[in-house]
């Protein structure tokens, strides 16, 4: 679908996607070039097929109603947007002793996976132009991607910021997963879309520093709420990152998200799906 490859894609991650999609391999006996042409073709009507099944959907279950709003302008569907929270982090963001991670930290962390929307060249190409330096840099890529842009990313990061620079391929147990990612001070997340909330959230929750693109339906959900949260365009400089989170920005935030990703928003979230009769809903959160 190329409107949504234009609307996630910055243009040197949508460049790589492109060359990485439509180029066939080398075919030097006819059955090889057969067999490129139909799995292009299968990839087509695989398309229309959601496109088909996105247009017969009833209901549209998300947390940012942008993103409904969004996707209705395209396919035209008739759903009906339900306020929805999966639920997965109220544990973490509930746990007793949160708020003794709100303490100065030093790394940072660049996206959440090996997906290409990550747009990883263009962070790193932002991290080259401020010249940070003095901490480690994690980019999380155990999974959502193939292994060559894996190696692209590990390889355009080694030679624009050097040693500093380390991408996390493989998965580690969760108890690790979170030490590691509580041990950085600044998020820098490139996507346009609502993604990577599994390891964005818990950053902020533990007082990072977050900055993403003003056009992110995820920048805007937590503006909207009140979150502390900074744009790449804007903000992100060595003299803006500098300045830590205060503690009573830190405690918002964490009082902010509990409210809004915690136990009873999450209940709530699935008593409204198990009743669809109720709808439309208001958003239940005080």
């Not at 132009?129 to 193939?146: T, W």
């Not at 292994?147 to 050097?162: A, H, S």
């Not at 918002?252 to 709808?279: A, M, Q, V």
């Amino acid at each position: 679908m190329p409107h949504f490859k234009k609307s996630i894609y910055h243009q040197s991650s949508l460049d790589y996607v492109n060359q990485s999609r439509t180029k066939f391999k080398i075919a030097l006996k006819p059955w090889n070039l057969y067999r490129e042409f139909k799995a292009l073709s299968f990839r087509k009507t695989a398309i229309e097929k959601k496109v088909k099944a996105i247009k017969r959907l009833d209901y549209f279950a998300h947390f940012i109603e942008e993103d409904f709003d969004f996707i209705q302008s395209i396919f035209g569907m008739n759903a009906k947007f339900i306020p929805f929270q999966y639920g997965g982090l109220a544990s973490y963001l509930e746990s007793p002793d949160r708020e003794n991670h709100l303490f100065d930290k030093n790394n940072l962390l660049v996206g959440n996976s090996a997906d290409p929307s990550n747009n990883h060249i263009e962070l790193i190409d932002e991290l080259k132009k401020i010249g940070l330096s003095d901490c480690k840099m994690y980019a999380l890529m155990a999974y959502a991607g193939g292994n060559d842009y894996v190696e692209k990313i590990r390889e355009y990061g080694r030679t624009n910021l050097g040693d500093q620079f380390n991408v996390i391929s493989d998965f580690v147990p969760l108890n690790e997963h979170y030490k590691l990612i509580e041990t950085c001070a600044i998020v820098l997340f490139g996507h346009l879309r609502s993604q990577g909330t599994g390891n964005l959230i818990p950053c902020m929750a533990n007082g990072s520093k977050a900055y993403m693109y003003k056009s992110s339906s995820l920048y805007q959900f937590f503006i909207q709420k009140r979150i502390e949260v900074y744009s790449i365009e804007d903000d992100f400089s060595l003299e803006h990152i500098a300045i830590p989170l205060s503690q009573e920005e830190k405690t918002n935030n964490l009082d902010t998200l509990r409210k809004w990703f915690g136990s009873r928003t999450i209940s709530t979230s699935y008593e409204n799906l198990l009743n669809l009769s109720s709808f439309p809903l208001e958003n239940n959160v005080e």
